[in-house]
């Protein structure tokens, strides 16, 4: 199976008057496979959004970025490689999409200047056969539409259609249900899933929402304070998770089988971005904190899982 996406020690840092601050992202290290989804789950702030922007190539001109990026064929990615593919061999989901599409245009304009762009023939029959993909049932009246005439939940369909106009090899989706209620997300979490089943492209899939992660995705990273600090196949690291972090996610989950009033949470908060960490990012949330935490922990492999951390043994 060949390797889509391969992201190797990315730092990402933001200079501000002449001063360069403290990476938000130190290291990251992801790859995904063709066909298959990765899923990055953590806290808010903890850099999901910021690692998405740098693969697509979308930082701001005042951020500093260091590591490589391998896409598909093409090898290691600059910023310019990236922005010539961008939005035909890799496109993105955004988080809200009330904001993401331009209020002063219809859908219809919208998705075929997109399409245009793209180079697609037959622009109309093509819009609607792709708004119909994604479960509008009268593609007519939401192409005529403006969006503030539609739904949360029909505009991420339109989204997501859009996102596909091109037949990408990946598709990074942000944060696609937390503008949702969750009878429609859940919905659709299950749309997105049932077209790269039938389209066959890979997807980055980046959530604070564990189960949403669990649900769509093959593989899982979770990202702490800028740093990746366990990945593997997602049965086996929802089911047997190692990192002490990401038991404490887990173990946060609102389950029905736990008493009423019982909540559980990890102690303490994430580190501002402008700490200058050392060592383990969580050992002071950590109650298995030892000595050597003061330390970057090694990467631990147990079987397909690995885990940058002390305390774990193989």
């Known amino acids: 199976m060949s390797t889509v996406l391969r992201v190797s020690n990315l730092e990402v840092d933001f200079q501000i008057n002449d001063v360069v601050n403290n990476s938000p992202l130190r290291g990251i290290n992801l790859e995904i496979k063709a066909g298959r989804t990765l899923g990055i789950v953590g806290e808010t702030g903890c850099g999901k959004t910021l690692t998405a922007t740098a693969i697509m190539g ?5 951020a500093v970025q260091r590591g490589t990026i391998e896409f598909a064929d093409h090898g290691v990615m600059s910023t310019h490689d990236m ?3 961008r939005g035909s061999e890799i496109t993105m989901i955004f988080q809200n999409p009330q904001s993401a599409f331009n209020p002063i245009f219809s ?4 998705l075929t200047m997109v399409a245009q762009r793209r180079g697609i ?3 109309p029959a093509t819009l609607t056969a792709r708004l119909e993909s994604v ?3 009268d593609p007519q009246r939401v192409l005529e539409s403006y969006p503030h005439e539609l739904s949360g939940g029909m505009l991420q369909r339109c989204m997501i259609a ?3 106009l091109s037949s990408p090899t990946l598709l990074i989706a942000d944060e696609p249900t937390t503008a949702l209620d969750a009878t429609i997300g859940d919905q659709v979490l299950t749309l997105i899933a049932s ?3 039938r389209e066959g492209f890979a997807m980055l899939f980046i959530s604070h929402d ?3 992660v669990a649900k769509v995705s093959d593989d899982i990273a979770v990202i702490y304070a800028g740093r990746v600090v366990e990945t593997g196949p997602a049965h086996e690291v929802m089911n047997s998770p190692q990192h002490p972090y990401t038991q404490g996610l887990l173990g946060a989950i609102p389950r029905a089988d736990k008493a009423r009033g019982t909540l559980v949470a990890i102690p303490g908060n994430v580190p501002s971005v402008l700490t200058n960490i050392k060592g383990c990012a969580f050992a002071e949330r950590c109650s298995w904190r030892i000595d050597t935490c003061d330390q970057e922990p090694p990467i631990v492999r147990i079987g397909s899982q690995s885990v940058a951390c002390w305390v774990v043994k193989p």
């Open 58 to 62: 979308l930082l701001p001109s005042s």
């Open 83 to 85: 922005a010539a593919i």
């Open 107 to 110: 859908l219809g304009a919208q």
């Open 121 to 123: 023939s037959n622009i």
């Open 135 to 137: 479960g509008l049932r």
């Open 162 to 164: 859009m996102a596909l």
């Open 195 to 197: 077209l790269q089943k």
């Open 210 to 212: 564990v189960s949403a």
